[in-house]
């Protein structure tokens, strides 16, 4: 089976990836890089200021960080995971709880998604003395890093809709 960063780190995928998102690696630097502004409005650089940050890495590097943006991409696109993690985090953390916190959701994919949030190690299960569920450290990162999308989403929304 091919790794998804073996299947990517062929040049002309990397070239492609380069031209693409430039300003996504410049935005990932400013989440690993407390020194550097955290908002957009802060940021007064140009595409060339990007340009220049991401031209220092070497291709493969540029790509790995892709990658990494698609997979915590995939991680938050999939259904109902935002809102689980939310339930969780407002103390909702038996089954029944969750269920009834999350409008819209069936039991059976309620299921389906604690199973698969297990296995990618955002929630835990314990058993006793009755089924709880709790955050992860990495669920913990997840949710932190989800709530601080949040603003960008309320600004991106108001802007859509015309709102000042």
Known sequence: MVS???RYTNSA????FFCHVAKTAYLCNLFSN????MTEEKYNGTADDIRDL???KVQRELCREVLAIGDTMDVLRSKWTVEVLT???CGSTRFKEILASIHGLSDKVLAERLRAMQDDRLIDRCEYPTPTYSLTDHGRALFALAYRMSSWGLQHRQLMLGID
């Not at 407390?34 to 502004?37: K, V």
């Open 87 to 89: 339930a969780i985090v």
């Open 54 to 56: 991401v031209e220092g």
């Open 4 to 6: 998804c960063l073996q």
């Open 34 to 37: 407390p020194a550097l502004p």
């Open 13 to 16: 995928v990397c070239q492609i």
